[in-house]
């Protein structure tokens, strides 16, 4: 098994250890000749560092292979993908064969969409990744029109791009790391990312970027989630995901995961969503099929 090793010199003790036990796991919970399938995953890597995105959703698709009783590895590809390429090489199937990204209907006409959200909409809650001497400008904006002046970042291709751009915000993009580096540089104000995204990424990048914090007033909320991907006719990895996720959330499994993991628990804890300024953003991107996810699969609403 080639599974994706976590460097521990940079990543949380709570991150190291969730995706060690995702990933321990895997080759445990089936033994050989009981399993219906087995499968071969590998997902796009989105950056040089230690990932610490990967360790929750690692345990979301561990759970779901466990419920269908499907034996597979799982390993990030060797090269590194922003958002457009990985859906390219997932279309094709030439590197990857599965990619869990943000829900929009562009991306999902040509693949094949597992329609549960991963974060239960916590994806679409953004605080700002800024630097730390710019707090005091950021407490004084409280409506959508006082954010519009200052420059955001968004990453090659993210749907998350064009949901700020409807908003009328303005936004330069360039890849998933050196935008961090940009507001480090104070080439862009401010850097959304998710509520589960935005600490574990600056715990990582301390030293190379020790200015940058998260910003504690405002919180942009939009209707967005990761949903799992793979090529639209590999409709046997598809359905087991599926499957072993509907499966999870009818017996509880899945909510359980999600209100005791450690990347769920400590961002929550960290962000203190309800003392936040919310600024709501409409999100007109979405597909009628994710419209119609049902609202028990959302935490926020």
């Known amino acids: 098994m080639h599974n994706e090793r976590v460097r521990k010199s940079s990543v949380p ?11 321990a796991s895997i080759a445990l919970h089936c033994l050989p000749g009981t399993c219906a399938d087995q499968f071969d995953i590998v997902y796009p ?9 990967a360790a929750y959703v690692l345990a979301v698709l561990d759970l ?8 597979y590895t799982v390993r990030a590809s060797s090269e590194i993908m922003e958002r457009g390429r990985a859906l390219h090489e997932l279309g094709d199937s030439s590197s990857i ?3 869990w990204t943000s829900m929009g209907d562009a991306a999902e006409r040509d693949l094949r969409a597992v329609r549960v959200p991963l974060t239960r909409g916590l994806l679409g809650l953004r605080v700002l990744v800024i630097r730390g001497d710019r707090q005091v400008d950021f407490e ?5 029109n006082q954010l519009r002046p200052k420059l955001g970042g968004q990453g090659l291709g993210w749907i998350d791009t064009q949901i700020l751009l ?4 303005q936004v330069e993009t360039s890849r998933y790391d050196l935008l961090f580096s940009m507001v480090q540089a104070g080439r862009l104000d401010y850097y959304p990312r998710g509520v589960l995204e935005a600490y574990t990424e600056l715990d990582v990048r301390h030293q190379s970027d020790p200015d940058l914090t998260v910003e504690k007033h405002l919180l942009l909320a939009y209707r967005s989630d990761w949903l799992f991907f793979t090529n639209k006719h590999d409709e046997k990895l598809a359905h087991a995901i599926e499957t072993g996720l509907a499966l999870a959330y009818r017996d509880g499994s899945f909510q359980r995961l999600f209100a005791s993991h450690p990347v769920i628990q400590e961002a929550l ?13 409409d999100n007109p ?3 009628d099929a994710d419209r119609a996810i049902p609202e028990s699969y959302w935490m926020t609403h």
């Open 13 to 23: 003790g709570y991150v190291r250890l969730a995706a060690s036990l995702a990933i």
């Open 45 to 53: 890597r989105v950056t040089g560092e230690a990932d610490p995105r």
């Open 64 to 71: 779901a292979m466990r419920k269908v009783h499907a034996q």
């Open 97 to 99: 064969n599965l990619y």
């Open 140 to 144: 004084r904006i409280d409506t959508l």
């Open 166 to 169: 409807n908003a009328g915000l």
């Open 269 to 281: 804890k960290r962000a203190g969503l309800d003392t936040r300024r919310m600024i709501h953003l």
């Open 285 to 287: 991107f979405l597909s």
